[in-house]
Every structure is written in structure tokens, then in C-alpha cells.
């Protein structure tokens, strides 16, 4: 059975930082592409980084340059590491496959970034 545990969200300024880590348990992590996910309130979720089993990496253009995803594939888990955090980034964070599969999403963990 898949469980994907987040944690590490919380509350920071405008300019802040923050790390995200992912820790998944069952046969997800090895040869998937991992990615990480935002909903904003009133929005619908989106994809904001994605990692290969390699470790290629790609960014939504509203996070380049700020954000940097990275896996750990002993540790079967998986980072975020979030700089100049801007109030738009406000949102819960989720990780998951690439592709997504519903049945993993976990219960994400907040970012709150104030201005």
C-alpha cells in the first residue's frame, strides 16, 4: 500500500524559505517520476516541480529560479526546498507520482507565506 507523508510547511515572510520533505512508503518511489503539487485556496491543484528516478528535474515557471526539488531513493524521500517565498505561494503542498494517481494523495502540508 502507497502512503506519501508530508511535512515541513508553516508559516514565514515574504522573502523566507522553507524545505518540504516527502517520505513514502511502498513501491512508489524507485523508478517514478515524483512531483510536487500546490492548491491554492479557490484554485485548482498544480504541478509546481517534478523529479525523474535519475534526478532530471523540471519547474512551473512560477517557482523557476526559487524552488529546487530533490529525491533521496534510499531514503524514499523526497524535498522541496522553497527560497524568496512571495505571498502567491501561499498554499497546501502535496507530493505525488507523475502522472498522479488519486488514490496517493496524502494530507499535504501548509505553506503560509505573509507579506
Known amino acids: 500500500q502507497v502512503q506519501l507523508v508530508e511535512s515541513g510547511g508553516g508559516l514565514v515572510q515574504a522573502g523566507g524559505s522553507l524545505t518540504l520533505s516527502c517520505a513514502a512508503s511502498?513501491?512508489?518511489?524507485?523508478?517514478?517520476?515524483m512531483g510536487w503539487y500546490r492548491q491554492a485556496p479557490g484554485k485548482q491543484r498544480e504541478l509546481v516541480a517534478t523529479?525523474?528516478?535519475?534526478?532530471?528535474?523540471n519547474y512551473a515557471d512560477s517557482v523557476k529560479g526559487r524552488f529546487a526539488i530533490s529525491r533521496d531513493n534510499v531514503k524514499n524521500t523526497m524535498y522541496l526546498q522553497m527560497n524568496s517565498l512571495k505571498p502567491e505561494d501561499t498554499a497546501v503542498y502535496y507530493c505525488n507520482r507523475v502522472p498522479l494517481v488519486i488514490a496517493y494523495w496524502g494530507r499535504g502540508t501548509q505553506v503560509t507565506v505573509s507579506s
Open positions: 511502498g513501491s512508489i518511489f524507485s523508478r517514478n517520476v
Open positions: 523529479i525523474t528516478s535519475g534526478g532530471n528535474t
